[in-house]
């Protein structure tokens, strides 16, 4: 019989293949699009060497996913967020997409996504209690 084993903790490479397998080969016995996820990344780092921003994505089916938006306070104020962002927005058209889509919580960066053309597509309350989970997404030139 098959048990249930709790870790906490990100899975193995080998174990994430064979989850990303068996989505593969739901996806193709349902008809569906082709589970092909990609991730992707976009880095700046300071003259230093030193990690200074990245933006990380996964590309599923039609859509970029962003997951990850971090700029180094010693650099915040100077656009680099935004850039990050527009080299994101232009990968996604270059690639096609339909667009991009992100999540962000209500203490963080809304008008920061709004001042680039996002709009809010969803709000969850309380989380965490007392705040909010927001996602926004951008429409490009690639949807139908």
Not at 9 to 32: I, K, M, N
Request: hydrophobic share 45%; net charge negative.
């Amino acid at each position: 019989m098959s048990e249930i084993h709790f870790r906490q903790g990100a899975l193995t490479e080998r174990e994430q293949a064979v989850v990303a397998a068996g989505f593969e080969r739901g996806a193709a016995q349902s008809g569906a699009p082709p589970y092909a996820k990609r991730q992707l990344s976009w880095l700046i780092h300071a003259d230093d060497g030193q990690l200074a921003g990245v933006l990380t994505a996964d590309i599923l089916w039609d859509w970029l996913y962003v997951d990850e938006l971090w700029v180094d306070e010693s650099l915040r104020g100077q656009g680099r967020g935004g850039k990050l962002m527009r080299e994101a927005e232009a990968y996604a058209a270059a690639e096609g997409l339909a667009g991009i889509w992100l999540w962000t919580q209500s203490w963080q960066a809304a008008p920061f996504y709004e001042g680039l053309g996002y709009e809010e597509f969803a709000r969850f309350p309380d989380f965490p209690r007392g705040h909010f989970r927001l996602g926004f997404r951008k429409i490009l030139g690639g949807a139908t």
